[in-house]
């Protein structure tokens, strides 16, 4: 059964903090990514990675930074946490080809007070 | 650059009723096209997908969508719903040879027993 984990469901921060966001994938996946979800606007690509150390920035990378030092996990990084950061994110995986169908990690509500 | 549109935000469906989700998309180039499916404290899942070929696809849990080409849409039905269909469903399209998708803001669905 394939699987996406992520580092915590729920997490509170404070304005300025440095978050780090983890993503960890057991099927050897090629290609993995960080997306936030908000009420309205659906899901919105931050970044992608398609190999260890590889990475493109998505729609809305502002912010955020990250790291994919083993090709099963993929970290996000908020350097330095804001208001407008409170949000869902989701994290998925997929094999190295296209169309191929991108498995989701539960998310992780981040509040940054 | 491609876009998807999903006019309805939400959509409430009594128990046994047929539904039929809508989605649009724009791209100056040939897609793929998906449905997600999320449901409550869950990250997202894979319904169905269109490559190519026969434009009627069937997904998981007896829901199909239609591939119409001249109208740019992708709407997804189901003949007969039930109380765990209700999820919020999500519509995506990726270039031919690009991993990276861009979804619709979704549709929530609520079935009213």
């Known amino acids: 059964d394939v699987k996406v984990t992520q580092s915590s469901r729920y997490l509170v921060k404070r304005t300025g903090e440095k978050v780090f966001l983890e993503c960890v994938q057991d099927m050897d996946h090629e290609n993995m990514f960080w997306y936030r979800q908000d009420p309205g606007l659906g899901l919105r690509l931050i970044y992608f990675s398609y190999d260890v150390k590889m990475k493109e920035k998505g729609d809305i990378p502002e912010g955020y930074s990250v790291s994919r030092e083993k090709k099963e996990r993929f970290s996000l990084i908020l350097e330095s946490a804001s208001t407008n950061q409170t949000s869902m994110y989701l994290c998925?995986?997929?094999?190295?080809?296209?169309?191929?169908?991108?498995?989701f990690g539960p998310g992780t509500r981040l509040t940054v007070t | 650059a491609q876009s998807v549109t999903q006019l309805d935000s939400q959509v409430p469906v009594f128990e046994e009723a047929p539904v039929e989700l809508r989605c649009n998309y724009s791209s100056s180039v040939s897609v793929y096209l998906f449905w997600y499916v999320q449901y409550p404290n869950q990250g997202l899942q894979l319904l169905l997908k269109?490559?190519?070929?026969?434009?009627l696809v069937k997904g998981i849990n007896g829901f199909e969508a239609e591939f119409n080409k001249s109208q740019t849409s992708f709407h997804l039905r189901k003949p007969s719903v039930h109380i765990s269909d209700t999820a919020e469903y999500f519509c995506?399209?990726?270039?031919?040879?690009?991993?990276?998708?861009?979804f619709g803001t979704g549709t929530r669905l609520t079935i009213i027993p």
């Open positions: 269109y490559l190519s070929g026969s434009t």
């Open positions: 995506a399209v990726s270039r031919f040879g690009n991993e990276k998708l861009t």
């Open positions: 998925a995986s997929s094999p190295g080809e296209a169309a191929s169908e991108q498995y």
